[in-house]
């Protein structure tokens, strides 16, 4: 099957006191591990996109503070029956303290239901490619260590 079309997606790293917040999620009948974030909107920029992401996911404003990486390598995307091109852009954001978004210290601590969603920190310092479900958040577990 031919890929013409492209998925872009946006991700923000935030880091606190040597930690990073994760995602666990279950959809498409499959758990991830994951940055936060999601899919671009047509009209919409990519900072706008991770705003409104945090805001809809965590009920939290950020601030965007730097580029970290755009894919730069093919990749189709993964468990959606369309396949596509995946563009991956992430970004280092912070968010103001105290945190009022809820977080778990247990990996999938959801149920298996499509949307489940639930936050929790890892320390950089544990931080592992394995821990993450799909390969661009793999590679760029590299960069942040």
Known sequence: MEINRFNIRVYG??????KILVTDEYRLGTYMTKF?????LF?????????REFMEELGTP???????YTTDFFQQTM???VPMQLISIYYRVQAKKPFTFKTTDTRNDIPPVEGAQNFRWIKISGLTEEEFT???DRYVVKMVK
């Open 13 to 18: 790293l935030l880091l606190d006191d040597g």
């Open 36 to 40: 936060p974030g999601g899919g671009l």
């Open 43 to 51: 009209g919409e920029g990519t900072l706008d996109c991770l705003k």
């Open 62 to 68: 950020v601030e965007v503070i730097s580029h970290v």
């Open 79 to 81: 468990l959606i029956p």
């Open 134 to 136: 799909f390969p661009v």
